[in-house]
């Protein structure tokens, strides 16, 4: 595969995954926040299943595996999912895009408490960067100063995306970034449906009656999620997780300009300010990263 046709798609991706926000937060006015995640992972899920029949890529895992597995469907699919659209139903796309895009600071900072890895001085000073952005965002809900309920749902949904990746990394070393995928995601949308069942039963849930609006739907799990993640998958094994990472600065920013168009949501100081902040905290632990000499990675993709 040309270079060229890499960073397009890396490109493709980010706008892919900026445009996810937006579209969430579209359809929420459709939608009740767990019907609509429930809806979106079924979704999801039947689409992995029939690319891992049509890859061939099944694989039976052990029963280490299949804890692990566990933990990363509940962390990241089953809490993430949740906390992120109920999240986003009290915040702005702007907002839930930056604070997700804290997530690989978080994975740092748990990844030293509980794997024990070392952090360096640059990398510790990028995740200081990041979260005095992440206070500019949280502490200014976009009318007053204070606390928004939805970002303090947005930071529970990163906490728990972070989590699973801690778990995904143990696994990817015996299993490919796909099959954890596919286990977690379908996995996490088997124990969502009791939360689906109690907003049933207390008469909170509700769908779109609208025909286009599933199609939304399908098209943001089955494009924005499913080959985004592929596509996300062969740039960081072509172009290394260095190159690939500057990409992950893109949907933010993608997120805000298009809700500002499409939403009628406002551009806040606070979010230009916090978000530059995250994202140079981003870019300045990723300063020492190097490119594989034969880059094999296998890398987890979400939301």
Same mark, same amino acid.
């Given at each position: 595969?040309?270079?060229?046709?890499?960073?397009?798609?890396?490109?493709?991706?980010?706008?892919?995954?900026? +445009?996810?926000?937006?579209?969430?937060?579209?359809?929420?006015?459709?939608?009740?926040?767990? #019907?609509?995640?429930?809806?979106?992972?079924?979704?999801?899920?039947?689409?992995?299943?029939?690319?891992?029949?049509?890859?061939?890529?099944?694989?039976?895992?052990?029963?280490?595996?299949?804890?692990?597995?566990?933990?990363?469907?509940?962390?990241? &699919?089953?809490?993430?999912?949740?906390?992120?659209?109920? =999240?986003?139903?009290?915040? &702005?796309?702007?907002?839930?895009?930056?604070? %997700?895009?804290?997530?690989?600071? @978080?994975?740092?900072?748990?990844?030293?408490?509980?794997?024990?890895?070392?952090? *360096?001085? &640059?990398?510790?000073? =990028?995740?200081?960067?990041?979260?005095?952005?992440?206070? +500019?965002?949280?502490?200014?809900?976009?009318?007053?100063?204070?606390?928004?309920?939805?970002?303090? #749902?947005?930071?529970?949904?990163?906490?728990?995306?972070?989590?699973?990746?801690?778990?995904?990394?143990?696994?990817? *070393? &015996?299993?490919?970034?796909?099959?954890?995928?596919?286990?977690?995601?379908?996995?996490? *949308?088997?124990?969502?449906?009791?939360?689906?069942? #109690?907003?049933?039963?207390?008469?909170?849930?509700?769908?779109?009656?609208?025909?286009?609006?599933?199609?939304?739907?399908?098209?943001? @799990?089955?494009?924005?999620?499913?080959?985004?993640?592929?596509?996300?998958?062969?740039?960081?094994?072509?172009?290394?997780?260095?190159?690939?990472?500057?990409?992950?600065?893109?949907?933010?920013?993608?997120?805000?300009?298009?809700? #500002?168009?499409?939403?009628?949501?406002?551009?806040?100081?606070?979010?230009?300010?916090?978000? @530059?902040?995250?994202?140079?905290? %981003?870019?300045?632990?990723?300063?020492?990263?190097?490119?594989?000499?034969?880059?094999?990675?296998?890398?987890?993709?979400?939301?």
């Amino acid at each position: 595969m040309s270079n060229r046709i890499v960073l397009i798609k890396l490109w493709v991706v980010s706008l892919l995954w900026g +445009c996810n926000y937006v579209a969430s937060a579209y359809m929420l006015r459709e939608f009740s926040p767990i #019907y609509l995640s429930f809806a979106r992972l079924v979704v999801m899920s039947l689409f992995l299943i029939i690319s891992a029949l049509i890859l061939k890529a099944w694989k039976r895992p052990t029963a280490t595996e299949w804890k692990l597995l566990i933990f990363a469907g509940i962390s990241g &699919t089953l809490f993430n999912q949740l906390f992120y659209f109920t =999240g986003l139903q009290h915040s &702005t796309a702007g907002n839930a895009a930056l604070i %997700v895009a804290l997530s690989p600071i @978080a994975t740092l900072l748990l990844s030293r408490l509980f794997l024990k890895e070392k952090i *360096t001085g &640059t990398k510790l000073t =990028g995740a200081f960067i990041a979260l005095i952005g992440v206070v +500019c965002i949280v502490l200014y809900g976009g009318k007053s100063f204070g606390i928004s309920k939805g970002d303090i #749902y947005l930071l529970l949904a990163m906490f728990g995306l972070s989590v699973s990746l801690l778990f995904i990394r143990k696994l990817t *070393t &015996t299993m490919t970034s796909f099959q954890v995928t596919v286990y977690s995601t379908v996995i996490g *949308t088997m124990m969502m449906i009791p939360a689906a069942g #109690y907003e049933e039963i207390s008469g909170h849930l509700h769908g779109s009656h609208q025909v286009w609006t599933w199609v939304l739907l399908i098209a943001v @799990a089955v494009i924005g999620q499913g080959m985004a993640g592929f596509w996300w998958n062969q740039g960081i094994a072509e172009a290394g997780v260095s190159i690939s990472a500057m990409f992950m600065n893109i949907p933010p920013f993608v997120a805000i300009i298009i809700s #500002y168009f499409l939403l009628g949501d406002p551009i806040h100081a606070a979010q230009l300010i916090g978000g @530059a902040l995250i994202l140079a905290g %981003v870019l300045v632990t990723n300063l020492n990263l190097r490119l594989p000499m034969h880059p094999k990675v296998k890398v987890n993709s979400k939301m």
